[in-house]
């Protein structure tokens, strides 16, 4: 069963773009949903992360954009730049008692054109 | 050094050896997670620490896999009689509390081939 499911699979923009990544969830218990970036031969790194009690939280040029209702959430990459190219997950975890860590969805490999 | 520390980076085996995968977290992390990525596909949990104790191994996928933690710092991740099916990287990562509550930190992973 996989509990975090993210699109697109691949996702090519040209630089000076707006990248969107979706996700959604299943497990209600979830309430904290992070995004990681990583590079080829590189461990996952933390980008940004929400929690459900707010809609959006914005970190430079990146957003996350949650929708507790629909069970969804969302990055949001503004003026992409080639340096943003690399492969994106979103994961959920249950804080303070989720003993599993984090679920990750299967990832997007974003390529931004020059 | 101030990371998470994977050894080796690769492991090239034979199919039915043993290998074992060492994770160095960073100084004073408490929680260590094990996970495993697949082509293509995201990171899979496989193993929870909490100090020196396994609080959470359901990610495991069979028998042959086990992880130990004595002093609840380094980690061992041993796999006995791999099968090709083993083949992945083998990602770890700590957090100062389980993650959820603080952020989780990942190494580069050791990338693990069975032939």
């Known amino acids: 069963q996989q509990q975090v499911k993210q699109s697109p699979q691949s996702l090519i923009v040209q630089k000076g773009g707006i990248s969107i990544i979706n996700c959604a969830y299943e497990?209600?218990?979830?309430?904290?949903f992070p995004w990681y970036q990583q590079f080829p031969g590189k461990g996952p790194a933390l980008l940004i992360a929400i929690r459900p009690d707010v809609s959006e939280k914005k970190e430079g040029r990146f957003t996350i954009s949650f929708n507790k209702s629909a069970k969804q959430f969302s990055l949001h990459i503004m003026d992409s730049q080639p340096g943003d190219s690399a492969t994106y997950f979103c994961?959920?975890?249950?804080?303070?008692?989720?003993?599993?860590?984090?679920?990750f969805g299967k990832g997007t490999h974003l390529i931004i054109q020059p | 050094g101030a990371g998470v520390s994977q050894t080796p980076s690769n492991k090239v085996t034979e199919k039915g050896k043993y290998v074992e995968l060492r994770c160095d977290p960073i100084s004073g992390h408490t929680a260590l997670y094990w996970y495993r990525q697949s082509l293509g596909q995201g990171p899979e949990f496989l193993i929870y620490?909490?100090?020196?104790?396994?609080?959470?191994d359901s990610g495991l996928p069979n028998d042959r896999f086990f992880a130990v933690r004595p002093e609840g710092s380094v980690s061992t991740l041993k796999i006995q009689r791999t099968e090709r099916g083993d083949s992945a990287v083998y990602l770890c990562?700590?957090?100062?509390?389980?993650?959820?509550?603080?952020?989780?930190?990942f190494g580069q992973g050791t990338r693990l081939t069975v032939v």
């Open positions: 497990n209600t218990a979830f309430d904290y």
């Open positions: 620490f909490q100090g020196t104790g396994a609080a959470d």
């Open positions: 990562a700590s957090s100062f509390l389980q993650v959820g509550d603080t952020e989780a930190f």
């Open positions: 994961a959920a975890s249950v804080s303070g008692g989720g003993a599993d860590g984090l679920t």
